[in-house]
């Protein structure tokens, strides 16, 4: 299923500076994991990550001091990322603070609810997640 247009306005993999954000939650609840997107944002997950095909990665910065954020801006608490050699984005990396992911996250499973109305319980849970992070 492609949300973007509806959630986002759209994807523009050569103008986008989110394209690997929209793209990996597109690619996420495209394959109905909503389980697993509970899982990262919960807070006693042991759910550092998601990944998929083609080549996408959401990560959540976890608690402590770590050599592999040094590189992350210090506000981010998530890094999207597409590898080139499987979709070719203009920006292929993105970080982002816990505002933004909400905002995204939350645009996405408007959507991804108006089409799986079947799925309430699973979007509830998940809002709940958010509004508790």
């Not at 998929?52 to 050599?67: A, L, M, N």
């Not at 592999?68 to 982002?96: G, I, Q």
């Not at 645009?107 to 992070?133: C, G, M, S, W, Y």
Request: charged residues 30%; aromatic residues 14%.
């Amino acid at each position: 299923m492609d949300y973007f247009k509806d959630a986002f306005g759209g994807f523009d993999p050569q103008r986008d500076i989110d394209a690997p954000l929209k793209f990996s939650l597109d690619s996420l609840l495209a394959d109905e994991r909503l389980d697993d997107l509970a899982a990262l944002l919960s807070a006693h997950g042991e759910v550092g990550g998601l990944e998929g095909e083609p080549g996408w990665i959401i990560e959540k910065r976890e608690e402590g001091q770590s050599p592999y954020y040094k590189f992350w801006p210090s506000t981010a608490c998530f890094r999207s990322f597409v590898d080139p050699d499987s979709y070719r984005l203009m920006h292929p990396e993105f970080f982002c603070d816990m505002t933004t992911f909400k905002r995204y996250v939350n645009a996405i499973t408007d959507v991804f609810a108006k089409r799986h109305p079947n799925r309430a319980d699973q979007i509830v849970k998940i809002r709940q997640l958010l509004t508790e992070a």
